[in-house]
């Protein structure tokens, strides 16, 4: 029975994030075996290819507008069209550059040392512990539940693991580089250290409840998986190829849904009026936020296919408050997310997580369209 229960866990979250979701948050396989030699050779000039590319799209984005196609930038289908090949390669460069850096990142973390270090945290330290946790676990809200159930195996206190079921999807560390590249550091601090406290209070209200009968009774079987850290320290060229392996798989399981909400930003950016949205979803209208919370549950996917939305929707004089309370309902609540947790929890600990998390959100954006 404990062998079916974990191949479920497996072919849900395959189900979900390998999916219409397109997350890409599976673990980075082994590299293909490259020198370090190699590594000198090439990595200095694709790098260096790379910031060149990144700094020249703006004005490549306007040649190929109006020289290449044809079209007026100042026009509507033609703004459309430089917004979509600017940000295109944009977010799929950094998307790809920021995964490699995590990658080899984490390649010097120990799986078993975290869980037992965040066992032996209890109260409101544990929570914030947990929450700063998930910034470094690039996660979607699916495949954060595979680690949650380990947490629990281990002793981590429940309230403790609900930290980081709601950090590691919505503050991860692609959240907050593109965050940094589209809005600049004050938002993408203000992003960041919001998802924290959120996620360490949701977590800590959480944890004060009896919460231990609601927790289906074969999460508590067996001891969580000791994890596959190698025998012996790697060496560097192997982390590198395991980073890059790791940014490949990624970036080819994002890239669809990325292009797909930053179509979604251009139509937004050549065919809404200025100030259109200012009216509807501007801080003077209340309902808006718990409206923008409502809508984007349902809307699996992951922080490169929200953002380019997000930066449209700002410019066409949306609150930021209620954008914000968008964009984490979008990352830190989700449909599937819920199934998978079924699998996990009793139905009535669910409704407390999806109760406590939203009315979470929800402050926050009245918060921030209150004070900015």
């Known amino acids: 029975m404990r062998i079916v229960r974990r191949e479920s866990r497996a072919v849900l979250t395959e189900a979900c994030c390998g999916g219409a979701g397109g997350c890409g948050c599976s673990v980075p396989p082994a590299g293909a075996g490259r020198g370090l030699a190699d590594w000198v050779r090439w990595a200095p000039p694709v790098l260096a290819a790379g910031v060149a590319l990144y700094l020249g799209l703006e004005p490549l984005a306007r040649f190929l507008t109006a020289r290449v196609l044809g079209l007026d930038p100042a026009s509507r289908l033609g703004g459309a069209v430089a917004f979509f090949l600017y940000d295109a390669p944009k977010v799929l460069l950094l998307l790809g550059a920021v995964t ?91 992003y960041a250290g919001t998802g924290v406290a959120l996620a360490a209070a949701s977590g800590w209200i959480l944890g004060r409840f009896d919460l231990a009968s609601a927790v289906e009774p074969w999460v508590a079987e067996g001891r969580a998986d000791s994890g596959t850290a190698p025998a012996g320290p790697l060496g560097l060229a192997v982390r590198l190829d395991r980073a890059l392996a790791g940014a490949r798989e990624t970036v080819g399981k994002v890239w669809p849904y990325a292009l797909a909400g930053i179509g979604v930003g251009a139509f937004l950016h050549g065919y809404i009026p200025e100030g259109l949205l200012a009216g509807f979803m501007g801080r003077g209208s209340w309902w808006t936020v718990p409206l923008a919370v409502l809508i984007g549950v349902p809307l699996y996917a992951s922080t490169a296919v929200v953002l380019p939305i997000v930066q449209t929707l700002l410019a066409k004089g949306a609150a930021l408050g209620t954008v914000l309370a968008f964009m984490m309902a979008v990352t830190a609540l989700s449909l599937p997310e819920v199934i998978l947790l079924r699998r996990v929890l009793r139905p009535r600990l669910i409704a407390l997580f999806l109760g406590v998390v939203t009315v979470g959100i929800i402050g926050v954006g009245w918060l921030f369209n209150a004070r900015l």
Not at 135 to 157: E, K, N, Q, W, Y
Request: overall charge positive; charged content about 10%.
């Open 100 to 190: 490699f850096a995590v990658a080899f990142l984490q390649s010097f973390l120990d799986p078993a040392r975290t869980r037992a270090l965040l066992a032996r945290r209890r109260g409101a330290a544990g929570n914030l512990l947990a929450s700063l946790f998930g910034i470094l676990t690039p996660f979607c809200s699916c495949s954060a539940v595979p680690l949650f159930i380990g947490l629990v195996r281990v002793g981590v206190p429940l309230g403790v693991t609900f930290s980081y079921l709601v950090a590691a999807p919505m503050i991860n560390e692609v959240a907050l580089v593109l965050l940094l590249a589209m809005f600049g550091w004050k938002l993408a601090l203000l």
